[in-house]
């Protein structure tokens, strides 16, 4: 059996190569159904509507309400699905809205209640839309740390927001990528200064300004509309987006709360930082990414380069050591589901 730590991915994981994950691998009906009666009763699309749709349109499945619920779902599904004589969990963490599913998958909410508040923030956040998020990478292809490159972005991202009528931040520090927020001119200005690196500079279709004060107001609705009664002690230890470990019959669940709905929604997520806790802490044998999508791993590789754990250095040495013995398993790849389901 492998040590392994739970991670969650956020926004933007579930796309067309997902339409039909929920279908294929839910592993519980009755909770799936639950989620389908709670999504009715709000008047929205359900998940199985979504997810079986004969095809994936852009502006349906992306859409903060309808994307949070079915990214959800199929991370907190994934977690029913591990196998216990394979793998054990020591500890959860997540990026960005995958923080949402990491609480219920820690325990820390039940299902049900972490399917309310992800699809709550998600409605939320469609209904404001306030600003955008663009992302760019400060390590090359070889995945070598570059310091010296990474702060001189956030050196031009500073001067821009410094700007009459520009806001841009950090939003989520996501291994060898920034994600940055703000407004459309914040946003412009940036991709206007920086080289053209491929499809970088990349603008995030139906994202807000997450994890910037620009949620100030989609935060205060959440605190207002979410029970505080859904919070309990956190079952597994939780990292969460600076890297501070919530742990079992130790939290102050307020304070949990305030985080999830205040903190986390309105300053910056650091998701290397909260890889280079979990792998320094806990010294797993294993991450596992939760679906859907696979996009996420190369984030976690990323950030365990930046933490040079186990002597990883650039992407040549991650993929030798996976290679090897795995490190990292996606649950969204065929090929590596199977290690620990």
């Excluded at 410094?162 to 927020?181: K, Q, T």
Aim: net charge negative; with cysteine; hydrophobic share 45%.
């Amino acid at each position: 059996m492998k040590r392994a730590v739970l991670v969650c991915p956020g926004r933007g994981t579930y796309n067309a190569p997902e339409l039909g994950s929920l279908t294929r691998h839910f592993p519980d009906r009755d909770l799936l159904a639950r989620f389908d009666d709670m999504r009715a009763e709000a008047g929205q699309d359900t998940l199985t509507a979504l997810d079986t749709a004969d095809t994936f349109d852009p502006k349906r499945h992306t859409r903060g309400d309808n994307a949070s619920a079915l990214i959800y779902a199929a991370g907190y599904g994934d977690l029913r699905s591990l196998d216990p004589e394979k793998v054990e969990i020591v500890a959860v963490t997540g990026n960005s809205m995958g923080w949402y599913t990491a609480l219920a998958c820690a325990g820390a909410v039940s299902p049900e209640a972490g399917f309310t508040i992800a699809n709550t923030m998600g409605t939320l956040m469609q209904a404001a839309l306030i600003g955008g998020q663009v992302v760019y990478p400060h390590m090359a292809d070889d995945w070598v740390p570059d310091p010296a490159a990474k702060a001189g972005l956030l050196d031009r991202v500073a001067e821009i927001d410094a700007r009459a009528d520009h806001r841009l931040a950090l939003s989520i520090d996501l291994g060898g990528m920034l994600v940055l927020a703000g407004d459309d001119a914040g946003l412009t200005a940036f991709e206007r200064a920086v080289p053209k690196q491929g499809a970088f500079p990349m603008r995030l279709t139906n994202h807000a300004a997450f994890h910037t004060d620009l949620m100030q107001p989609v935060s205060l609705q959440g605190l207002e509309r979410v029970d505080p009664h859904l919070f309990d002690q956190p079952e597994k230890p939780l990292i969460d987006g600076r890297g501070q470990i919530w742990w079992p019959h130790a939290t102050d669940v307020d304070a949990l709360r305030a985080y999830t709905l205040g903190t986390q929604v309105t300053t910056a997520y650091d998701f290397t930082a909260a890889i280079r806790i979990a792998a320094r802490e806990f010294a797993p044998d294993l991450f596992i990414v939760t679906g859907p999508g696979t996009t996420l791993g190369g984030a976690v590789a990323q950030s365990l380069i930046l933490a040079n754990w186990r002597g990883l250095n650039n992407k040549s040495d991650f993929q030798e050591m996976q290679a090897r013995d795995p490190i990292l398993v996606s649950m969204g790849r065929a090929d590596q589901r199977p290690l620990v389901t």
